[in-house]
């Protein structure tokens, strides 16, 4: 299967959600799709709540995920 380019489906826009990432078109916060899968919903579940996604714009959020957490990330240690 060939990732999803995410940026044809997500946009960031500082006067949308205070510039959370969204799927464009939408107000959907991509946090809420995430969120949506971690609790186990399936895309085709997701899509059905959401009518106005699709399939692709679900795995899009997967794809922008995946980006995300490969940037390095600089955490405070515990002391």
């Given at each position: 299967?060939t990732?999803?380019?995410?940026?044809?489906?997500i946009?960031?826009?500082?006067?949308?959600?205070?510039?959370?990432?969204?799927?464009?078109?939408?107000?959907?916060?991509?946090?809420?799709?995430?969120?949506?899968?971690?609790?186990?919903?399936?895309?085709?579940?997701?899509?059905?709540?959401?009518?106005?996604?699709?399939p692709?714009?679900?795995?899009?959020?997967?794809?922008?995920?995946?980006?995300?957490?490969?940037q390095?990330?600089?955490?405070?240690?515990?002391?």
């Open positions: 299967m990732r999803i380019p995410w940026a044809e489906h946009t960031i826009d500082p006067e949308l959600h205070h510039g959370e990432p969204c799927i464009r078109g939408t107000r959907i916060p991509i946090r809420m799709i995430l969120g949506s899968l971690a609790d186990g919903m399936t895309p085709n579940e997701i899509c059905a709540v959401f009518p106005q996604l699709t692709a714009d679900v795995y899009a959020t997967l794809s922008y995920a995946a980006d995300v957490v490969q390095d990330i600089l955490l405070p240690l515990a002391s």
